[in-house]
C-alpha cells in the first residue's frame, strides 16, 4: 500500500494545483490520524484523503458534462450548482483512472461534500477531515480547535457539528442570493437531520 501512496501523491501534485495538492495532503494525514485513533485502517483513509478532490480542478462546465458523458446522475441542483459533482466524478476517477475498487473508499470520496445519512467511518472520516483540514480557517462553532479535538474523541458529535456549519452557511446563501440561483443541497440537509437523531441534539 505504501508504493500506491507513494504513486498517488506523484499523480495528484502533477494533476491539482499546488494550493489543492497542500490542502489534499492534508486531508490524507488528518484522515490517517483520525483512523488510527479509532483503530482503523489509516491506509485506505490516506488513498481517500489524497483523491477526494482528484476532479475539482476542472471547469464547472466541464465537470457536469463529464458526469453527463458517464452516466453519473445529475440532480437539478447539481446542474445549477455543478461544483458539487466534483465529488461523483472524483469517485469514477478514483475507481476508473486510479484503480480504486475499495467501495468504502470511493464511496467517501463520493459523499465528502455533501455526506449523507448512515455514513461508514470512512466517509466520516472524509467528511471531517476535509472540513477541519489544518489550512482550512473558516469561522465555525465550536470554533476549530475545538472541532478538531471532538474528531478524535466523538466522531458522530463532530460531524453534526460540520454539518449544521455547513447547512447554516448554505442557508444564509440562499436567503442571501437575489437572482435565486442557490438552492440548499437536499443531501445536506438530510445529513444534518440524521447526526442531529444520532447526537441527541
Known amino acids: 500500500m505504501d508504493g500506491k501512496i507513494d504513486a498517488l501523491m506523484k499523480e495528484m501534485e502533477c494533476t491539482l494545483t499546488r494550493k ?11 484522515a490517517a490520524s483520525i483512523a488510527m485513533a479509532y483503530n482503523k485502517n489509516y491506509e485506505k ?3 481517500a484523503g489524497l483523491l477526494h478532490d482528484c476532479a475539482k480542478c476542472l471547469p464547472e462546465k466541464e465537470i457536469l458534462k463529464q458526469c453527463r458523458e458517464k452516466g453519473l446522475i445529475v440532480s437539478a441542483v447539481e446542474q445549477q450548482q455543478p461544483y458539487l459533482l466534483h465529488a461523483k466524478l472524483g469517485a469514477w476517477y478514483a475507481e476508473n483512472r486510479y484503480g480504486v475498487k475499495d ?5 467517501a470520496i463520493r459523499f465528502h461534500t455533501t ?3 448512515g455514513m461508514s467511518f470512512m466517509e466520516k472520516n472524509i467528511y471531517l477531515s476535509d472540513y477541519i483540514e489544518i489550512g482550512r480557517e ?11 479535538r471532538l474528531a478524535f474523541e466523538n466522531i458522530d458529535l463532530a460531524v453534526y457539528f460540520a454539518a449544521k456549519n455547513t447547512v447554516g452557511y448554505l442557508q ?3 436567503r442571501d442570493d437575489t437572482e435565486k440561483k442557490v438552492r440548499m ?3 445536506s440537509l438530510a445529513t444534518l437531520r440524521y447526526y442531529e437523531e444520532v447526537c441527541g441534539k
Open 45 to 47: 483513509a490516506m488513498v
Open 138 to 148: 473558516q469561522p465555525v462553532e465550536p470554533d476549530l480547535k475545538e472541532l478538531r
Open 103 to 107: 467501495k468504502k473508499i470511493l464511496d
Open 172 to 174: 444564509k446563501k440562499e
Open 185 to 187: 443541497d437536499e443531501t
Open 20 to 30: 489543492r495538492y497542500i490542502h489534499s495532503l492534508g486531508v490524507a494525514y488528518l
Open 115 to 117: 455526506g449523507r445519512p
